[in-house]
DNA sequence: TCCTTTTGTGCACATATGTGCAAATGAATT
DNA sequence: AATTCATTTGCACATATGTGCACAAAAGGA
């Protein structure tokens, strides 16, 4: 009785072709097995993931139908796996969610995934697990033809690190908000995030080439009118998914927003002062979700919360204590439809009242 | 690193609700965990089937954060896998497929599924193998809400007790034609097929008491107006989806329908003097797919082919050697939209020409 | 209350699986 | 042709996992 490993070995970055071998214990391959395959190597994965996953047979036995060796096949297997050929999921819905689930997305109205979070984790893990999580719950919302929103910041970076193979077509992953700030030249990182993104989904990428915020209002609007700019808003109307997660003011560990440079310490002081609880894209909102009246919103370059709202699906990750605040914003704004958090925060949700803003 | 179990244990038959148990060496349980979940042992499979295939945590880990012994963990997953909580699925489309494959669903165009077979496999293992292999499909075509057509014979017999559990709502079985005959008095296993696909998908299951064939074609007409039959007929109109096997006349292992009793001498010989080269749920069809003008089926119980063309999703199983001109005229026929068949039966499929009928 | 039956648990052992390492292969280059 | 380089393979060993078994805890019956 066979089991199924999991892990994705740490084996070295291989992008190159796949190219038939011959061993010299062994009768040629080639004539064996169905000809008229694709690359032998991918081949033999499906062949070793359907004997596996859906017969249930052992390694070793597909090991001898195959004619390879018993570790070739768990590293086929193992292959399979990473590039997105099999897939796992878990189906925790309807009534056999816990009661937590459901008593939140009843409470809110949303889709909600509660990551299992042993008390005694650290931040990092947590942040980790979410991840993990979120990435394939990610997997069951992107599809192929999707064009798909995605926000910078390091949440959406354990995100895209965690992401896990799923090919697609036509898909289209396009940044949500700038990403540019005075202080770090190069923030590649944001980039490096949509080229992940692009690389799990097989899907072309869209960067933003603009600053976080502006300095000035005026030219934001300028910019606006720019071919290239207005063409990445287009495509920005047609996104049927966002991924984002919050920036909270509150935070314990203070969101990259609030570090990084991108605020000076006035800008900070005026958040405060409107009774501003977070962010999502770089764009402000107050305890009821609103982000208007809040001047550094007419600078910022994340879509409005109005347009927002208008993308039919909008997942927000969030991981650890101090987002609270911010989540009830996002909340009572209706920001969201689809939520992954991790366990601890989920019991504060449901339990803490909505804390009177400012 | 983790690895990751897949056998059913052929544990106790388990129907019984879930109880809370408490251990001697650990302190009690109940206040560990999320409070407010459903029954704790369903709960704590959900949260180790999380950990377990979407972190990667290693079984002793995950014991570890549930309070439990490793082994617990073992049998949480196991029965996470069992009941469907857990859903495994092999993504084959596309351009990963194997060329047999997209070679295949080119010609005939319909969705082709092939199941690896090495060649030195007997003839009940090559079943088997079709059979579980079939069932994965069928989980990815049956959903909530719909209407599933499901005959009866030893194919089908064999993907009844390969099928996995995948709970849903407002699913229907019903039967697609009867079974009773003269011969045996039970037939109860035609019934029984029907209740593991009823299990199976938590669907509520339409017996169709008539025999297989009638005597008379008049009594069939007679019957026909009966207001118990018109229900049944009513209940296959509303069919989503059908699955059947083939019965083939020339099958070195006659299928069901042509051994059990069924067919008379003569009217064995009949089907042979119509070019008939095999049958749908009892219904008999010539090699270029038509069953017009073939006697018998007027007294037969199944859907006629103009019916079951009208079916929005027709999933053919199909396995072993003998049946490949009962295929050639089904596919002619375009009784058929899904197939799944062993890969021995594929290649011959791909190379031989469509047998000259008669 | 006592007894029987059912169900879940941990232990220990037999298998099954992942991975570092050295050897072997095939392709590309000199 | 010889050489180099990047992959791939099989081996062997360390882990990880499945399961028979005996026992403990609940549930049900008398």
Chains 1, 2 share one sequence.
């Not at 036995?61 to 050929?85: D, Q």
């Not at 370059?301 to 909008?314: C, D, F, H, I, S």
Request: aromatic share 4%.
């Amino acid at each position: 009785m066979p089991n199924m490993p999991l892990n994705t070995a740490p084996t070295s970055p291989g992008t190159g072709a796949f190219v038939q071998h011959v061993t010299s214990s062994t009768p040629p391959r080639g004539t064996r097995g169905t000809p008229g395959h694709g690359q032998p190597r991918e081949r033999d994965a499906l062949r070793a993931a359907q004997l596996y996953y859906l017969q249930d047979l052992t390694m070793e036995s597909i090991a001898k139908e195959l004619a390879v060796s018993r570790s070739t096949v768990s590293r086929l297997l193992s292959m399979a796996r990473r590039t997105g050929l099999v897939n796992i999921e878990i189906n925790a819905g309807g009534d056999r969610s816990p009661m937590l689930v459901r008593e939140l997305e009843h409470k809110f109205g949303i889709k909600v995934h509660v990551v299992p979070t042993d008390g005694a984790l650290a931040d990092a893990e947590i942040l980790e697990r979410v991840a993990t999580h979120a990435a394939h719950v990610l997997n069951t919302l992107v599809s192929s033809g999707m064009t798909v929103g995605v926000a910078w910041g390091s949440t959406m970076q354990a995100l895209s690190l965690a992401l896990t193979r799923k090919p697609t077509h036509d898909t289209l992953i396009v940044q949500l908000n700038g990403a540019a700030n005075p202080q770090t030249t190069g923030l590649t990182y944001a980039s490096e995030i949509l080229q992940r993104f692009g690389a799990a989904y097989t899907a072309r990428v869209e960067q933003f080439p603009v600053p976080a915020f502006f300095d000035q209002a005026s030219t934001r609007e300028a910019m606006w009118r720019e071919g290239s700019v207005r063409r990445v808003l287009g495509v920005q109307q047609g996104m049927g998914l966002a991924v984002f997660s919050l920036g909270a003011t509150e935070a314990a560990v203070p969101s990259q927003v609030y570090r990084g440079g991108y605020l000076s310490a006035a800008e900070s002081a005026a958040l405060h002062e409107h009774g501003v609880v977070g962010d999502v894209a770089t764009v402000f909102f107050d305890g009821s979700g609103s982000d208007e009246g809040i001047e550094i919103n007419s600078r910022a370059t994340g879509p409005t919360l109005r347009a927002l709202r208008k993308v039919p699906r909008r997942l927000c990750v969030l991981s650890g204590a101090g987002k609270l605040r911010a989540l009830h914003g996002a909340l009572a704004g209706g920001l969201i439809t689809d939520l992954v958090l991790d366990e601890g925060t989920a019991l504060r949700l449901l339990n803490a009242p909505p804390s009177s803003s400012h």
